[in-house]
């Protein structure tokens, strides 16, 4: 593990920057337009599976709604004396009663360093005391980051690959947490 928990949904870094994981909060929308507008194309295209220069304002509402009970929304973002930027944000999205999928964006600069490992775990976690039990993540089979991911924090139950994406269904491993 690359870095340290604190307490209250904190990490601290090897290179000293703390970083906070949150559930996102109504009205910042902005701080999802400017992480995704600081994300390689390459990350992007991992992310949202399709090339895109730009977010449209609809995909941004959707990414940070946290009005609707079925969805839960957490990023990470850096402490102030770092700049306080997101660089980081998991989001949970119901698709059956116990069943969610789940998306997952670390910007590049700050990939590799366990921030994706600990939102994920809290985030899996948030949607565990909410009733999700499986869960699924869409991904493309190059994704370098994706494997480690869930062989860190999950069980996988089964994968199906289609046209070189990946739909994996897993359930959150116990001692991840």
Request: glycine share 8%.
């Amino acid at each position: 593990m690359k870095f340290q928990i604190l307490d209250d949904g904190r990490i601290a870094l090897p290179n000293g920057c703390l970083v906070r994981i949150r559930p996102l909060q109504r009205g910042e929308q902005g701080a999802v337009r400017e992480l995704c507008a600081r994300l390689s194309p390459r990350t992007r295209y991992f992310r949202f599976l399709l090339e895109m220069p730009i977010l449209s304002e609809s995909l941004v509402q959707l990414l940070a709604d946290v009005d609707d009970p079925r969805r839960i929304a957490f990023i990470a973002e850096l402490d102030a004396a770092h700049g306080g930027d997101v660089i980081a944000l998991g989001n949970i999205g119901a698709s059956g009663d116990d069943r969610a999928e789940v998306g997952l964006v670390v910007a590049d600069a700050w990939q590799r360093q366990g921030i994706g490992s600990a939102l994920a775990a809290r985030l899996l976690h948030a949607a565990e005391v909410r009733g999700y039990r499986r869960f699924v993540v869409d991904g493309l089979l190059n994704n370098p980051a994706l494997r480690p991911l869930l062989n860190h924090l999950a069980d996988v139950v089964s994968t199906s690959t289609r046209r070189g994406v990946s739909e994996i269904t897993f359930v959150r491993r116990r001692t991840a947490a």
